[in-house]
């Protein structure tokens, strides 16, 4: 099992609150999930920054001083309590292809079919021994079949990554597999098997700068007034007003020109 935490932001935003700072942050959450992190962050005016590690991540001085310095519009993150696989960072998460990057919670049972289904040329660029990254190729390989993976996405986007969540829900013996999956405009969000919860940040927070969470955590959000993100995570992270995704959805997080999300059927 593993923890995930993705941001979409309208505006450049600090990403500590979620990673180091909540309640219930990533750094909080690794005392559980001791066996690596990663933090992907994109900006319009760079692209992907991916930091990773494979030490716990709250005990670990580069993370802390990672997850301060974090900022950009969107955050793809991920703490790793290893289920197959080595401690080491080929295995650690988020993996990143071309415009891809992809977070995996859960664990997959059914690797054989998996590996069946995935294309020789996605599965020579595998790494590590994971079945998240194995998950990934085959995602991949479900949009390329579709001519879609150098591209913006889009309904057929939409389509394939759907389709092939479904078939993998459809077999009895699949295994867990919540996915963040993102090409820094757009996240697909997948929830089957693990929690997952989702949170909109908006100007009609009547908290905006500053909360105080029931442990007594002070909490700070050095938005602007007119900020606004969508939030996805395996577990309320704060005691603000985090919904329950439904098991078997699939959302589509649009970042631009606001943060807004949909189901994708």
């Known amino acids: 099992m593993c923890r995930l ?21 990533l750094a909080a959450l690794s005392r559980e999930h ?17 930091d990773k590690g494979v030490v716990c991540a709250g005990e670990d001085e580069r993370f802390h001083r990672l997850a301060v310095g974090s900022r950009g519009e969107l955050l793809v993150s991920h703490v790793r309590q290893k289920t197959i696989g080595e401690i080491s960072l080929v295995n650690t998460h988020p993996f990143e292809r071309g415009r891809w990057v992809f977070a995996h919670n859960g664990t997959v049972k059914d690797v054989a079919w998996l590996r069946g289904q995935t294309s020789p040329e996605r599965l020579a660029e595998i790494g590590g021994d994971t079945d998240s990254e194995l998950l990934f190729a085959w995602l991949l390989t479900c949009l390329d079949e579709a001519g879609v993976t150098a591209c913006p996405a889009s309904p057929s986007t939409d389509q394939a990554v759907s389709q092939a969540a479904r078939s993998a829900r459809e077999r009895a013996d699949f295994g867990a597999f919540n996915f963040l999956l993102s090409d820094g405009t757009t996240t697909y969000a997948h929830r089957f098997g693990r929690a997952m919860h989702l949170l909109e940040r908006g100007p009609q927070d009547r908290v905006r700068a500053r909360r105080t969470s029931h442990d007594g955590t002070v909490v700070e959000t050095p938005w602007s007034p007119e900020g606004t993100a969508i939030l996805v995570a395996s577990e309320r992270m704060t005691d603000e007003p985090w919904h329950a995704v439904e098991e078997g959805t699939l959302l589509r997080i649009e970042r631009l020109p606001s943060p807004q999300f949909a189901l994708v059927p």
């Open 5 to 25: 935490l993705g941001i979409a932001s309208s505006e450049p935003t600090d990403f500590k609150i979620g990673l180091r700072e909540a309640p219930r942050s």
């Open 34 to 50: 001791r066996d690596g992190w990663g933090i992907a962050v994109f900006d319009d005016a760079t692209g992907w920054r991916i």
